[in-house]
């Protein structure tokens, strides 16, 4: 089983909709959670870091956490066609240790 | 707004031939990481280094591969002898004390 596992996509939404990337993850011993956003050809981006159970949000970004179910979540609200990209998800397990990622979720949005 | 940086953007090699890529961290970073991502797959991890020292590998970090940080600003990885599989893009990547990791924008790797 993967460890972390991610829809590849692609997903296409209208601008201005409310978007929702998801991952699962296997491995309970994760930590802390990671999102980040990766243009074509390009270094990732960190959008957001969690590392309990619960919500955090950062301006438009909401990234939820629920560990119980091994399931984390992104939420982009009012999309932008600047925010097509891949969003990736990744675990980390031990303080400052390895990140694991998934695979990446292709996002598109449509003017 | 401090970034990592890597060089050279791009590099051509020929199988077997040895090629060195070069990070600069962020400067008052102390953890510093080597990723991969070849083409259509997910972000690797190869190594993790702190403290002038290894601290975590991947099996995919053999005995070709080797990393340093010759000074207080560059981290570099070596690979000694290329092969057609090491095609791929390299990510450097580095934190403070949380665990955020900041990626630099990767050197694409093409052997020949």
């Known amino acids: 089983q993967k460890e972390v596992e991610q829809d590849p996509g692609p997903l296409s939404v209208p601008e201005g909709a409310i978007v929702s990337l998801n991952c699962t993850y296997s491995n309970s011993a994760f930590q802390y959670f990671m999102w980040y956003r990766q243009y074509s050809r390009k270094g990732p981006e960190l959008l957001m870091y969690t590392y309990s159970s619960g919500n955090k949000e950062d301006g438009r970004f909401t990234a939820q956490v629920d560990k119980s179910s091994k399931y984390i979540s992104l939420f982009i609200r009012d999309s932008q066609p600047s925010d097509s990209a891949t969003y990736l998800c990744?675990?980390?397990?031990?303080?400052?240790?390895?990140?694991?990622f998934g695979q990446g979720t292709e996002l598109s949005v449509k003017p | 707004e401090p970034e990592v940086t890597q060089t050279p953007s791009h590099q051509v090699t020929q199988m077997g031939q040895e090629v060195i890529l070069r990070c600069v961290p962020i400067s008052n970073h102390l953890y510093f990481y080597w990723y991969r991502q070849i083409l259509g797959q997910k972000v690797e991890f190869l190594v993790s280094?702190?403290?002038?020292?290894?601290?975590?590998k991947s099996e995919i970090f053999d005995d070709q591969f080797s990393v340093e940080r010759p000074d207080g600003s560059n981290f570099t990885l070596k690979i000694r002898s290329t092969k057609l599989e090491d095609s791929a893009m390299y990510f450097c990547?580095?934190?403070?004390?949380?665990?955020?990791?900041?990626f630099g924008p990767g050197t694409r790797l093409t052997v020949l």
């Open positions: 280094f702190y403290n002038n020292e290894i601290s975590e």
């Open positions: 990547a580095s934190r403070l004390q949380v665990n955020e990791q900041f």
């Open positions: 990744a675990g980390g397990y031990n303080q400052g240790g390895k990140l694991i």
